[in-house]
């Protein structure tokens, strides 16, 4: 009885059929003493057990307040059941906000530090105005306007690529003055055909996972090929623009302690940090973390590809450090999105954990396992593969697998497990 695992409650809101699922992994055999009761309120189960009480918040009001709920198998150590929820309910999980900071959250004029040690690295009112990328493969889109743009017929493509590049963007460019008048006005967002896309002095741009801005705006910077120890705060002694050509980015680390914030990319000469390593005074007050930065970027591909399916692959433009890693090089994770917008509560979950939330969690629940980086590379390469390629730097993927084990804890035993594939849950 000593050693007896610790019970766990986990319940999870089913919007689509306006139940909650709950189950409860007891550590041990259920027998007479084992009782689950939910409040009066409806807002909580309660579990007694060998002398012991647990509690759990649901994430949403059920309608059988203070009903004992029946042990269909006495003597099982995994019990569940389907609670129906109350009549004023909002179930309404999967049409939840999945962006994190976008052009109209952050404030003007705001300072950008390092999340590590608060270092500025954008000083208070450089950034005039923020500005949103168009999508998270603004890069990849670009970079095929650039060599697809309209009026240019001396290019090498056929008049059939022109054709549907042309009408992919806008009729009106079909003539030299109409393309040139949108180069004109795309060149202003900073995102012109002539240049693919360009930093502004003063503007920051926003996509799902970073910030991007003009060199000169920033300061408090080591650029480096490998690590901060082999770096500089002038790029051009590491690395000078005709470089471009054998090296497409850089590492980008605070100078005070040494994080790793982001990349310098030639193609767009510009530091680009990554939101999870930032902060930066927001409408929402809020910072985001890895966690929320990748779920938000796997709701966007779904929306986008229609695909559920994505491989974290690592971003390869600079060049390795010394360290060895494993996941994101030699083995790749692989996700396959299950439900893009549960809410749940756990009893492995502590409030410290989830700050903020009353009832529940909004999250991502997932598969995820890992493949070798051969296989990632044919599902890349089949013309039949569904999975998509989401780009984080190693440790990144790294700290995201630490995550989704932690994540697997929280599920009941019997539930953590899909034939090759682990379950896990991604903060929204």
Same mark, same amino acid.
């Given at each position: 009885?000593?050693?007896?695992?610790?019970?766990?409650?986990?319940?999870?809101?089913?919007?689509?059929?306006?139940?909650?699922?709950?189950?409860?992994?007891?550590?041990?055999?259920?027998?007479?003493?084992?009782?689950?009761?939910?409040?009066?309120?409806?807002?909580?189960?309660?579990?007694?057990?060998?002398?012991?009480?647990?509690?759990?918040?649901?994430?949403?009001?059920?309608?059988?307040?203070?009903?004992?709920?029946?042990?269909?198998?006495?003597?099982?150590?995994?019990?569940?059941?389907?609670?129906?929820?109350?009549?004023?309910?909002?179930?309404?999980?999967?049409?939840?906000?999945?962006?994190?900071?976008?052009?109209?959250?952050?404030?003007?004029?705001?300072?950008?530090?390092?999340?590590?040690?608060?270092?500025?690295?954008?000083?208070?009112?450089?950034?005039?105005?923020?500005?949103?990328?168009?999508?998270?493969?603004?890069?990849?889109?670009?970079?095929?306007?650039?060599?697809?743009?309209?009026?240019?017929?001396?290019?090498?493509?056929?008049?059939?690529?022109?054709?549907?590049?042309?009408?992919?963007?806008?009729?009106?460019?079909?003539?030299?003055?109409?393309?040139?008048?949108?180069?004109?006005?795309?060149?202003?967002?900073?995102?012109?055909?002539?240049?693919?896309?360009?930093?502004?002095?003063?503007?920051?741009?926003?996509?799902?996972?970073?910030?991007?801005?003009?060199?000169?705006?920033?300061?408090?910077?080591?650029?480096?090929?490998?690590?901060?120890?082999?770096?500089?705060?002038?790029?051009?002694?590491?690395?000078?623009?005709?470089?471009?050509?054998?090296?497409?980015?850089?590492?980008?680390?605070?100078?005070?302690?040494?994080?790793?914030?982001?990349?310098?990319?030639?193609?767009? @000469? %510009?530091?680009?940090?990554?939101?999870?390593?930032? *902060?930066?005074? +927001?409408? =929402?007050? #809020?910072? &985001?973390?890895? $966690?929320?930065?990748? @779920? %938000?970027?796997?709701?966007?591909?779904?929306?986008? *590809?229609?695909? +559920?399916? =994505?491989? #974290?692959? &690592?971003?390869? $433009?600079?060049?390795?450090?010394?360290?060895?890693?494993?996941?994101?090089?030699?083995?790749?994770?692989?996700?396959?999105? #299950?439900?893009?917008?549960?809410?749940?509560?756990?009893?492995?979950?502590?409030?410290?954990?989830?700050?903020?939330?009353?009832?529940?969690?909004?999250?991502?629940?997932?598969?995820?396992?890992?493949?070798?980086?051969?296989?990632?590379?044919?599902?890349?390469?089949?013309?039949?593969?569904?999975?998509?390629?989401?780009?984080?730097?190693?440790?990144?993927?790294?700290?995201?697998?630490?995550?989704?084990?932690?994540?697997?804890?929280?599920?009941?035993?019997?539930?953590?497990?899909?034939?090759?594939?682990?379950?896990?849950?991604?903060?929204?």
């Amino acid at each position: 009885m000593t050693s007896e695992t610790a019970p766990l409650l986990y319940a999870e809101l089913l919007s689509n059929i306006r139940q909650i699922s709950l189950a409860i992994s007891l550590g041990s055999a259920s027998d007479a003493s084992t009782q689950v009761v939910v409040a009066a309120d409806g807002e909580n189960v309660e579990l007694k057990h060998h002398g012991q009480s647990h509690t759990l918040r649901l994430p949403s009001k059920v309608a059988l307040g203070g009903a004992i709920l029946p042990i269909q198998r006495p003597g099982a150590s995994a019990l569940s059941w389907r609670l129906p929820l109350g009549q004023a309910t909002d179930t309404d999980a999967s049409s939840a906000e999945s962006s994190t900071w976008t052009a109209t959250d952050l404030k003007a004029g705001s300072q950008v530090a390092c999340r590590q040690c608060q270092a500025v690295v954008v000083n208070q009112d450089v950034v005039k105005v923020w500005k949103d990328l168009p999508s998270e493969n603004w890069a990849e889109m670009m970079e095929f306007w650039h060599c697809h743009k309209p009026g240019d017929h001396d290019h090498d493509h056929d008049d059939h690529h022109h054709h549907d590049k042309s009408n992919a963007v806008s009729a009106s460019q079909t003539s030299g003055q109409g393309a040139k008048a949108d180069d004109m006005s795309l060149a202003a967002r900073g995102y012109g055909a002539s240049s693919v896309i360009s930093a502004q002095q003063s503007v920051g741009f926003v996509d799902l996972t970073t910030l991007l801005f003009v060199e000169q705006d920033c300061s408090n910077i080591t650029y480096s090929l490998s690590t901060p120890e082999h770096g500089s705060p002038d790029r051009q002694a590491v690395a000078p623009d005709e470089s471009s050509s054998q090296i497409r980015s850089l590492n980008v680390f605070c100078s005070s302690c040494q994080a790793h914030l982001g990349f310098y990319n030639f193609r767009t @000469a %510009a530091v680009t940090l990554l939101k999870w390593q930032i *902060s930066c005074d +927001s409408v =929402s007050n #809020l910072n &985001p973390g890895l $966690e929320e930065c990748l @779920a %938000a970027t796997l709701v966007s591909t779904i929306a986008r *590809s229609g695909s +559920s399916k =994505s491989l #974290l692959l &690592p971003i390869t $433009e600079t060049i390795a450090t010394t360290e060895e890693d494993v996941i994101g090089k030699d083995k790749v994770v692989h996700i396959w999105v #299950l439900n893009s917008g549960i809410v749940y509560s756990s009893s492995a979950e502590t409030a410290a954990t989830r700050p903020g939330a009353r009832s529940g969690t909004l999250a991502i629940k997932l598969l995820y396992r890992l493949v070798p980086r051969e296989e990632a590379d044919r599902m890349l390469d089949s013309l039949t593969g569904d999975a998509q390629e989401v780009n984080l730097p190693v440790k990144a993927i790294q700290e995201v697998m630490q995550h989704l084990d932690r994540s697997n804890s929280l599920l009941p035993t019997t539930e953590r497990v899909f034939k090759e594939w682990k379950v896990g849950l991604l903060r929204r």
